[in-house]
């Protein structure tokens, strides 16, 4: 393939502006300001393509037109007392293979993600996750977004959080 001159200044111009990549452990907390969730513990699963967030009582609503997807969540593990409702417009609902080889189809929604600053949209899916240790699991999609580079042996390299619970005060 030969390269006009164009398609070299687009490259030259990509390559300089792109920012450099962030490490981050096998858990972090981030926040979900689009859904009113100012801390949620993630899992980092590089084996998983699309982000779950934990979700129940899951509907989906029509408003001027739109469809709309409204649940509830307990942001915190271990805290079933601590409820929020949240709305977000539906992206689609698409078949997904959980990790245990079971087929469920989950609604679709595109919100910010922030982790210690650093902000950037991201698809996620809905799906109970009331069994598991963490309430959300941040994707490969999700990952590639950010630009995160993951080290499976830390835990938190961009911060620990204490007295969470008093954010949702």
Same mark, same amino acid.
């Given at each position: 393939?030969?390269?006009? !001159? ?23 907390? #981030? /926040? ?18 699309? +982000? ?10 029509? =408003?001027?037109? =739109? =469809?709309?997807?409204?649940? =509830? ?11 929020? &409702? #949240? &709305? ?9 293979? +959980? +990790? ?6 989950? #609604? ?22 009331? !069994? ?11 990952? !590639? ?16 959080? +204490?007295?969470?619970? /008093?954010?949702?005060?």
């Amino acid at each position: 393939m030969r390269l006009t !001159k164009k398609t070299k200044q687009i490259r030259k111009v990509a390559g300089a502006s792109k920012p450099s990549k962030t490490l981050i452990g096998r858990s972090e907390w #981030c /926040s979900l300001p689009d859904l009113g969730l100012p801390a949620v513990k993630a899992r980092i699963d590089t084996g998983a393509r699309t +982000s779950a967030l934990h979700a129940f009582d899951i509907q989906i609503v029509k =408003k001027e037109e =739109k =469809k709309f997807v409204r649940f =509830k969540i307990h942001p915190l593990q271990h805290n079933s007392d601590l409820v929020r &409702e #949240c &709305e977000a417009p539906l992206i689609q609902q698409r078949d997904v293979i +959980s +990790s245990n080889g079971e087929r469920e189809k989950r #609604c679709v929604i595109k919100t910010m993600f922030v982790f210690s600053g650093l902000s950037f949209p991201a698809e996620v899916t809905l799906t109970s996750r009331h !069994k598991m240790q963490f309430r959300m699991l941040l994707g490969r999609e999700a990952l !590639k977004r950010a630009r995160f580079i993951v080290d499976p042996s830390k835990a938190f390299v961009l911060g620990k959080m +204490s007295d969470v619970s /008093s954010l949702y005060d």
